[in-house]
């Protein structure tokens, strides 16, 4: 079936620096990749989503590529906030699960 | 605004109750989703419904149970049954059950067994 990998957190990074989070999948076909937002207590915002290879969803700064070749989906971002303090969670739609499957998430700390 | 609603945002349980968790959108959404989350975990499916009175387990569905009586609702039920139901319950829907379709998420609702 289809699942997602993404690196583990804490991610802890100081204002300004550069940010990468990686997301690796296996699936079936042409699945649509998608990299959620979750802010404390609140729920999941879609934060950019790709639906076929060579793809780059961007949004607010970050931006992942569909690369097929490799499996993967990382986000980046080139300079972050203290405001993108989140759990970040990569996601996979697989048409024949007919499911969203998530990652465990990523908790991002940005220090000023 | 359109959007999604889920109450109560927190919410205790004696072990042996069943309680009922809500779930409103004014989004026109056929599709709408059950996940848990707990800590340090992804979400996890617990069932979905892509039409009004259609409904399906999804991954983990053993010890609740839901409706889909109105397009618009969702409710979620917490069975007795469930062994270990203390998590974060987050409710969702999409325009239709297909890849293309973002899915939109409400609040969460926190459920506490004391």
């Known amino acids: 079936g289809n699942s997602v990998t993404q690196m583990e957190g804490p991610v802890t990074l100081s204002e300004e620096a550069f940010l990468t989070i990686n997301c690796t999948y296996t699936?079936?076909?042409?699945?649509?990749l998608f990299w959620y937002v979750q802010y404390p207590g609140e729920g999941l915002q879609l934060l950019l989503k790709?639906?076929?290879?060579?793809d780059k969803g961007s949004n607010k700064g970050f931006e992942a590529t569909y690369r097929k070749e490799t499996t993967s989906f990382h986000l980046e971002k080139g300079s972050v906030q203290v405001s993108d303090s989140a759990v970040y969670f990569c996601?996979?739609?697989?048409?024949?699960?007919?499911?969203?499957?998530f990652g465990t998430g990523t908790l991002l700390a940005v220090q000023p | 605004d359109g959007g999604i609603t889920q109450s109560p945002k927190y919410l205790f349980r004696k072990e042996g109750q069943n309680v009922t968790l809500s779930c409103e959108q004014n989004?026109?959404?056929?599709?709408m989703y059950w996940y848990r989350q707990d800590p340090g975990q992804g979400l996890r499916l617990i069932y979905y419904?892509?039409?009004?009175?259609?409904?399906q387990k999804g991954d983990i569905a053993e010890g609740y149970s839901v409706s889909r009586e109105k397009k618009e609702s969702f409710p979620l039920t917490v069975t007795s049954a469930q062994k270990n139901p203390t998590a974060f319950y987050l409710c969702?829907?999409?325009?239709?059950?297909?890849?293309?379709?973002?899915?939109?998420f409400g609040p969460g609702t926190r459920l506490t067994v004391l």
């Open positions: 419904s892509q039409i009004v009175n259609d409904f």
């Open positions: 790709a639906t076929k290879a060579d």
């Open positions: 699936a079936t076909g042409y699945p649509s």
């Open positions: 989004l026109n959404h056929d599709a």
């Open positions: 996601a996979v739609w697989g048409g024949a699960t007919n499911k969203l499957i």
């Open positions: 969702a829907s999409s325009i239709a059950g297909n890849s293309y379709n973002e899915q939109f």
